[in-house]
């Protein structure tokens, strides 16, 4: 075997192993993109709108941050700000912000959840899943209740068939 042959032997597989290790180094994981949010935006407001009402959504990614956000014309502009928040407590805690609430509400190890600036214990936050990853959040706000809010984030996630909560 001639040594250039054994040189590119050991290069070829110094970069197959260091290739390897990089790849066990970098985390591959879905997030929300800008289409799917879009989509669940739309989504959402269709059926708040189904439901007689208006509302604003928002989504975020799985670092928290906002993708989108769509408003109905007449929502007051302290919603906005309502549904991020939900969004954001959704994804941060991943589980739906309704479900907090009533945890804080029912149990006095959850109460001080309510004295953390950064989350919203109202319903209508909801965290979107792709099998047993959280990949993000939906929040919704100003559509009659909390209820009404999770209702339709709910809805919208139905349409979506790769996502749940």
């Known amino acids: 075997m001639s040594r250039l042959h054994l040189t590119l032997s050991a290069l070829t597989l110094s970069i197959l192993t260091s290739s390897t290790w990089a790849s066990q180094q970098v985390a591959m994981r879905q997030d929300v993109t ?13 059926a708040c709108h189904a439901e007689g009402r ?5 989504v975020v990614d799985r670092g928290g941050n906002l993708v ?11 919603n906005v700000l309502a549904a991020q928040r939900k969004a954001f407590t ?5 589980t739906p912000t309704r479900l907090l609430a009533e945890r804080a509400r029912s149990n006095p190890d959850a109460e001080n959840l309510n004295s953390l600036d950064e989350l919203l214990l ?8 792709v ?19 999770e209702g339709c984030a709910l809805k919208a996630i139905e349409q979506v068939p790769s996502i749940h909560s």
């Open 34 to 46: 800008l289409p799917l949010a879009r989509q669940l935006l739309d989504a959402t407001l269709s």
């Open 54 to 58: 208006s509302a604003v959504a928002a």
């Open 68 to 78: 989108a956000l769509q408003r109905d014309d007449n929502v007051g502009p302290h």
């Open 90 to 94: 959704a994804l941060s805690t991943k």
């Open 122 to 129: 109202l319903g209508g936050g909801v965290p979107l899943k």
């Open 131 to 149: 099998g047993d990853q959280v990949i993000g959040a939906i929040g919704v706000a100003g559509a009659g209740g909390a209820a009404n809010d």
